[in-house]
């Protein structure tokens, strides 16, 4: 049986309102491929870019594999990710209004054994917003500590 692989983006719903969500293959080489198997890949500083109608993941690290030798690839290269081209058309015209992006939430492998990326589309939050999820989780705490206690 095979151990699942879940690389989660964890700053993402604490820096930005997530708008639309997508699940999305990845083009990847074989080192590439056994490095994420092995747990040995970020996306917390990943974004997404749309170049020449293709979205590809920026800034995405993948360790190096180590019995790679020569054959190994580059750990912070773009790397394709594979949508059809209706959900590619709306990443497009959603990133037309200025501050919208897209950020990756997490990376994970299928039942088919594919790498795939779950991305969302989404708006940048100010302070004030940021200050009111971290008194709404403190609230949230605060009772279910009361509740345990009672």
Same mark, same amino acid.
């Given at each position: 049986?095979?151990?699942?692989? +879940?690389?989660?983006?964890?700053?993402?719903?604490?820096?930005?309102?997530?708008? /639309?969500? %997508?699940?999305? !293959?990845?083009?990847?080489?074989?080192? #590439?491929? *056994?490095?994420?198997?092995?747990?040995?890949?970020?996306?917390? #500083?990943?974004?997404?870019?749309?170049?020449?109608?293709?979205?590809?993941?920026?800034?995405? &690290?993948?360790?190096?594999?180590e019995n790679?030798?020569?054959? +190994? &690839?580059?750990?912070?290269?773009?790397?394709?990710? =594979?949508?059809?081209?209706?959900?590619?058309?709306?990443?497009?015209?959603?990133?037309?209004?200025? !501050?919208?992006?897209?950020?990756? =939430?997490?990376? %994970?492998?299928?039942?088919?054994?594919?790498?795939?990326?779950?991305?969302a589309l989404?708006? !940048?939050?100010?302070? &004030?917003?940021?200050?009111?999820? =971290? *008194?709404?989780?403190? /609230?949230?705490?605060?009772?279910?500590?009361?509740?345990?206690?009672?």
């Amino acid at each position: 049986m095979q151990k699942q692989i +879940n690389i989660q983006n964890k700053k993402a719903r604490f820096e930005y309102h997530l708008e /639309d969500k %997508f699940i999305a !293959g990845i083009q990847l080489t074989g080192t #590439e491929i *056994k490095s994420i198997r092995n747990s040995k890949a970020s996306i917390m #500083e990943a974004y997404c870019v749309v170049e020449d109608g293709e979205v590809y993941i920026r800034n995405m &690290h993948i360790a190096a594999y180590e019995n790679g030798s020569f054959y +190994n &690839h580059k750990p912070k290269g773009d790397r394709k990710l =594979l949508l059809n081209r209706k959900e590619i058309n709306k990443i497009e015209k959603f990133l037309k209004v200025k !501050g919208n992006t897209i950020v990756p =939430l997490r990376m %994970f492998i299928s039942e088919k054994g594919w790498a795939k990326i779950e991305i969302a589309l989404a708006k !940048g939050k100010k302070l &004030h917003d940021k200050r009111q999820d =971290l *008194k709404e989780k403190d /609230d949230k705490l605060a009772m279910d500590r009361a509740m345990k206690n009672r």
